[in-house]
């Protein structure tokens, strides 16, 4: 079956990684910004983080017949400095213009503090700034649903599309708050600390199967570069038709994916 990973951080896998997924049918992968597994110590390491995800990363993608596409930001976790992350935010739009850049991702909070907040909304500005679509990374487990709130005030506040924006890492407690204040809504099927493929499936059932999209957000962690495509099959296991299977991981990313400007069909 033929997919989409919208959220997966190949930069951390290796090429055996693309080769699977390739043969399980991603036609399209996109890479948001994220933690290097630690802190860095200058804005040129950012610089260089950018040019490997706008020019080396697209070309061994290539390699296996996948697309390859990124979000740009300095995540939540290194955004507590806010001097630092300013300087880093100052790097961002010389690659803006990238052919492979969607937009401004994945930007949010990790432990929903002032500073994380400051840098959250300037992130926004950029965006907006750029008329670029935003993707946003939702603290972990009972962070959550505060960060979630405090995710939707600052957007709303900010005047900002909902529909031109997925709250990634969406769960039980949060997905209704997401779907209901318009926004998309992202399920990571991550093995440990976020969603199972049969709760995944629940969602689907409890929420319904507009404005979402599933990914694996596979990285340096506990994961599996094939979560997507598993939980296709077990759809199939649960007598889900065969489109529906495919409009929940093919057709809602590439919906949403056609919102911005560099995205090619």
């Given amino acids: 079956m033929k997919y989409i990973e919208p959220h997966g951080h190949m930069v951390s896998r290796t090429t055996d990684d693309y080769q699977r997924i ?3 049918g991603c036609e399209i992968l996109c890479e948001p910004a994220f933690w ?22 697209p070309k061994r993608a290539a390699k296996f017949g996948i697309k390859h596409y990124t979000w740009l930001c300095i995540n939540p976790k290194e955004s507590e ?3 630092f992350a300013r300087e880093v935010l100052q790097i961002i739009p010389e690659f803006l213009d990238k052919p492979n850049v969607l937009g401004i991702g994945e930007i949010g ?5 002032k500073n994380e907040l400051a840098i959250f909304e300037e992130h926004v500005a950029l965006a907006k700034e750029h008329d670029l679509p935003i993707l946003i990374h939702t603290p972990h487990l009972e ?31 949060t997905m ?21 493929l049969a709760r995944a499936i629940d969602m689907l059932e409890l929420y319904g199967m507009e404005q979402v999209w599933m990914n694996s957000a596979c990285d340096w962690g506990i994961s ?26 093919y057709d809602n990313p590439k919906k949403f994916l056609s919102k911005c400007p560099n995205f090619l069909q």
Avoid at 190 to 196: A, I, V
Avoid at 226 to 239: D, F, H, P, Q, T
């Fill in 22 to 24: 390739a043969m399980a």
């Fill in 36 to 57: 290097a597994g630690y802190d860095r110590s200058s804005p040129q390491g950012f610089y260089d983080y950018y040019r490997q995800l706008t020019d080396y990363e």
């Fill in 81 to 83: 400095d806010a001097g």
């Fill in 109 to 113: 909070l990790n432990k929903n503090t």
């Fill in 143 to 173: 962070d959550k649903l505060k960060g979630t709130r405090l995710i939707i005030d600052s957007l709303k506040n900010a005047n900002v599309d909902p529909s031109r924006v997925v709250i990634d890492h969406a769960e039980e407690h």
């Fill in 176 to 196: 209704p708050t997401v779907l209901d204040n318009g926004f998309w809504a992202g399920m990571t099927l991550y093995p440990e600390s976020k969603c199972s």
């Fill in 224 to 249: 599996d570069p094939l979560a997507i495509v598993k939980c296709g099959l077990e759809m199939k296991r649960r007598m889900y038709d065969e489109d529906i299977v495919q409009k929940v991981i």
